[in-house]
C-alpha cells in the first residue's frame, strides 16, 4: 500500500513538471474577429503587435476640464509609446482590435469632435516596430473632398472593406467603398475603383444630378480624351463607380445611353455658378 502511494506521488510530480515545461500559449486566430475596446483602460489578454503572443495595449486620452473636451491621446503597446496625437479636439474616441483570417492584428482609432470631424480616423498595423497607418480615412481622397472620415465595414477572409466619408466637392457628402487585401505583409488598396454606398442631397440618398453648366465628360478616367460636352440643365445619373489614383479622382455617369467620367472638383465651389451640379448639398 505504501509503495502505491508512492508510485502515486511520483506520478502527481511528473505531471505537474509536464504542465510546468509547457510554453506560453499563444492567441489562436479561429478566422477574422473584431473587439470593440475602450479609452483609459489596459488591455492585456489581445495580440497587438501580431506575433502571436499577448501583449499590454493602452490608448490614453488627455482631457481638458476647462472645454469639456479631449486635446490629444497616446497609444501604448508594451508600456511603450508608439503614437500620439496632440493640438486636437474631440469628444469621443472609437478603438475596435480587427483579425484577419491569418491571425493578423489591426487597430482602428477614430476621433469625433464638432460636427463629427475627425483629427484622427485611421487603420493601424504594428510593423517592424512601428505603429503605423494601413488605411488614413483622412488623406486618401485628397483635395477632393473636406470633413473626411471612415471605418471597416466588413470583414472576410484576409480583405477588408473600409467605407470613406468626405464631404465631396463634386457631388456633396457621401459615402465610398474600397477593398484592401492582405498582401506583402500589410493590407493594400485592391483596386483604383470603388464604389459609392450612398451619396446625400438635403439628407436623402441621391444619384441623379443636374448639370450647373457646360462642361467636358471623358471616356475613361485619367484620360483626356473627351466623350462629349454635358450641357447645362442636363441630368445624369450617378452610376455608383469611382476611379482613385495618383492624387486624381474621376466619377461615372450615365447620361441617356452614354456613359463618361467626371473628373471631380478639387476645391470647393466659391459661389453656386461653379459648382458642376445645381443640386448638390455642401455641409460641414
Not at 478566422?31 to 499590454?56: Q, S
Not at 472609437?94 to 493578423?104: A, D, F, H, S, V
Not at 446625400?200 to 465628360?217: C, H, S
Amino acid at each position: 500500500m505504501k509503495k502505491r502511494r508512492i508510485l502515486q506521488v511520483l506520478l502527481i510530480c511528473f505531471l505537474m513538471l509536464g504542465i510546468c515545461m509547457v510554453p506560453a500559449k499563444k492567441v489562436q486566430a479561429a478566422g477574422p474577429t473584431a473587439a470593440t475596446l475602450r479609452a483609459n483602460k489596459t488591455y492585456k489578454t489581445y495580440d497587438i503587435t501580431g506575433d502571436g503572443n499577448k501583449d499590454r495595449f493602452r490608448v490614453g486620452t488627455v482631457y481638458d476640464s476647462q472645454h469639456e473636451a479631449c486635446t490629444g491621446l497616446s497609444v501604448r503597446i508594451n508600456n511603450k509609446v508608439v503614437y500620439t496625437l496632440s493640438d486636437s479636439h474631440f469628444y469621443n474616441v472609437t478603438i475596435e482590435r480587427y483579425t484577419l483570417k491569418n491571425g493578423k492584428p489591426f487597430i482602428y482609432i477614430c476621433t469625433k469632435g464638432d460636427n463629427d470631424y475627425a483629427d484622427l480616423c485611421a487603420l493601424f498595423q504594428y510593423r517592424s516596430g512601428k505603429f503605423r497607418k494601413v488605411i488614413d480615412f483622412r488623406t486618401l481622397f485628397g483635395n477632393h473632398g473636406s470633413n473626411k472620415s471612415g471605418r471597416i465595414v466588413k470583414i472576410s477572409g484576409d480583405t477588408v472593406t473600409a467605407r470613406f466619408y468626405l464631404m465631396s466637392y463634386t457631388v456633396g457628402p457621401c459615402n465610398i467603398e474600397y477593398t484592401y487585401k492582405y498582401s506583402g505583409g500589410t493590407l493594400k488598396r485592391s483596386s483604383k475603383y470603388g464604389t459609392f454606398d450612398s451619396i446625400y442631397t438635403n439628407g436623402r440618398d441621391n444619384r441623379t444630378f443636374v448639370a450647373n453648366r457646360n462642361f467636358a465628360v471623358f471616356k475613361s478616367p485619367g484620360s483626356t480624351a473627351k466623350a462629349f460636352t454635358l450641357k447645362k440643365g442636363k441630368k445624369v445619373t450617378a452610376t455608383g463607380k469611382c476611379w482613385l489614383y495618383n492624387g486624381k479622382m474621376y466619377i461615372q455617369i450615365k447620361y441617356k445611353k452614354n456613359y463618361a467620367w467626371v473628373k471631380a472638383a478639387s476645391v470647393l465651389p466659391s459661389s453656386p455658378s461653379l459648382q458642376l451640379f445645381s443640386n448638390v448639398t455642401y455641409v460641414g
